[in-house]
């Protein structure tokens, strides 16, 4: 928002990912807090962004220069990295697990059900690299 409270609005689009997921709203709002304060504290106007009331840019920053547009895009860079490897352990633990169910005459809803919530832990630890150095492929473009 400007000073005189016009908005600058931004979207960034990304794929979609066809799984359910456990946690991606923590880990949104997490990555979230860390890289506004990076982006804050990276931006041109650092030395008077850090100490203006709400992080408010100055009025000729454009919508996808925004410290809050920088964050997003590195936000949900991380998060699609991530996702992204969580379904594909997902689908690879879900066969193994039906696999072995099948093998031995078990396969029952129940387990398969529990296979499925367990693989879609986030697979936050595995992949720390996507959370510090994200490859931003998705840019913030003005509304």
Same mark, same amino acid.
């Given at each position: 928002m400007t000073s005189d409270? =016009? $908005?600058?609005? *931004?979207?960034?689009? *990304? $794929?979609a990912i066809d799984a359910y997921f456990s946690g991606t709203g923590d880990m949104f709002g997490a990555l979230m807090v860390v890289r506004m304060r990076e982006a804050?504290?990276?931006s041109p106007d650092a030395?008077? +962004?850090?100490?203006?009331a709400s992080w408010l840019s100055p009025d000729d920053v454009s919508a996808p220069d925004l410290p809050l547009a920088q964050a997003a895009e590195k936000v949900l860079a991380s998060m699609h990295e991530v996702l992204d490897a969580t379904c594909e352990g997902m689908k690879a633990e879900v066969a193994r697990v039906e696999a072995a169910a099948a093998e031995a005459g078990a396969l029952d809803e129940k387990r398969m059900h529990l296979a499925r919530s367990k693989a879609a832990e986030l697979r936050l630890v =595995?992949? +720390?690299?996507?959370? =510090?150095?994200p490859k931003v492929e998705f840019k913030?473009?003005?509304m």
């Open positions: 409270r =016009r $908005p600058r609005a *931004f979207k960034i689009r *990304f $794929p804050v504290t990276s030395s008077s +962004l850090g100490t203006t =595995r992949h +720390l690299g996507s959370l =510090r150095d913030a473009q003005k």
